[in-house]
């Protein structure tokens, strides 16, 4: 991972990212976390190391298609007694309305929005609490954590043909290669 992608990863985080924090060390110069030697955790160790808990991770695989997905739910979350539009959260996100909608709907079939109107207006939703446990998780960990979450949203896809051409790799630390 490059630099410039680290600190697009975390622009609206609390943290800046320097190039003291990390140094290149990859063969496809990607950068890795640079201990500082004292024992405690330098903050972009945490960010590119600390996983995202399980059962969070099934409640972003089942309810949570995107990472604009994601910014809908903690934008709705935000102000739970709030009801609003998907023209209104759409301006807020950015987003268009038609998508916006779509994903209000997911969202309200997941138990997570409630739908009242018309006009169609929706308004955050305690579900069950372990929905909350992990909406509320993710609300405060995002921030911090959001290498981690978007790793989590969008796991790394595996080359079925990379991994059979690698499996015919000989490597140096084997003792029979």
Known sequence: MSLFTLRKLVRGGRATCGTSALRAGTKRGGAKPVSSGTGLMHWSEKLLEEPVPPEVARFLAGCVRSLMALELLLLVRSKPDR??????????????????ELELRHLAACGLVTVSGPPLRYRYRKASDETEH?????ASSYPELRFSIIRTIYPPVSDPIRDFADAFRIRKDRPDG
């Open 83 to 100: 009801e609003r539009t998907a023209a209104e959260l759409a301006r807020e996100l950015r987003s268009s309305e038609e998508w916006t």
């Open 134 to 138: 992990a909406a509320a998780w993710l």
